[in-house]
């Protein structure tokens, strides 16, 4: 008898793969343009202020397929840094879409060493959306990156959960817009759960931000 997770995973695995099919021919003409442009997202956040922010060049941009971003640091009164990244697609169908860390990561030297969904505390609410954690590792080093999907109202930390999600609505809504976000501690020389309780700080209040600048 298949484990309840593992029956769960096969159902899923299986409702994506029966609407699969369907999703280009309804995501084509829908484009869902972003509420307010990522640039203007504060250059604080709490007791972060932005140090520096960066452009990828248009090969980039055109790999990726972002029609919006951001990619900056922001560092406390205590130098601690993190590298925040922030893209919307106005649609996403095959050729068009997210980029998993699970496949990038790897792809850049980085090994995942582990990976577990996280909650948040979100200040001031009873709301405790949940992220995927990774802790990479590159030789001796190590660091911890959060992230998640926020796609049409929803915070998603499991891409075949996002998948599914985004064919329903590709076929009720006529949309299969999103935004992928990402954090990586950087340059910090703590140890991991020092990290880990540093980015959870940062998304509980950039995650609730960003809902004013993307599509409910």
């Not at 202020?49 to 990619?71: N, P, S, W």
């Not at 200040?123 to 992220?131: D, F, K, N």
């Not at 140890?191 to 880990?196: G, H, P, V, W, Y």
Request: hydrophobic share 40%; charged share 25%.
């Amino acid at each position: 008898m298949l484990q309840i997770p593992k029956l769960r995973a096969t159902i899923l695995a299986v409702l994506f793969l029966s609407f699969a099919g369907l999703i280009n021919g309804f995501a084509r003409d829908a484009v869902t343009p972003i509420s307010i442009t990522l640039d203007r997202i504060p250059g604080r956040i709490g007791s972060w202020r932005m140090a520096e922010t960066q452009a990828m060049g248009a090969d980039i941009v055109d790999l990726l397929g972002v029609d919006d971003y951001i990619f900056r640091n922001y560092k406390d009164d205590q130098g601690q840094a993190i590298n925040v990244y922030v893209s919307y697609f106005s649609r996403t169908d095959r050729s068009k879409g997210y980029h998993s860390p699970l496949n990038c990561m790897p792809g850049s030297g980085w090994e995942i060493a582990n990976t577990k969904p996280l909650p948040l505390k979100i200040p001031g609410s009873s709301e405790e959306p949940t992220v995927n954690r990774l802790l990479l590792q590159k030789g001796a080093e190590k660091k911890v990156s959060l992230y998640w999907y926020q796609c049409r109202g929803r915070i998603l930390h499991n891409e075949y959960l996002e998948r599914i999600y985004r064919v329903i609505d590709s076929i009720f809504k006529n949309r299969t817009d999103g935004a992928f976000i990402r954090l990586v501690a950087i340059n910090t020389g703590q140890d991991i759960q020092k990290e880990e309780a540093m980015l959870k700080d940062f998304a509980s209040r950039l995650l609730p931000m960003l809902r004013e600048y993307l599509p409910g």
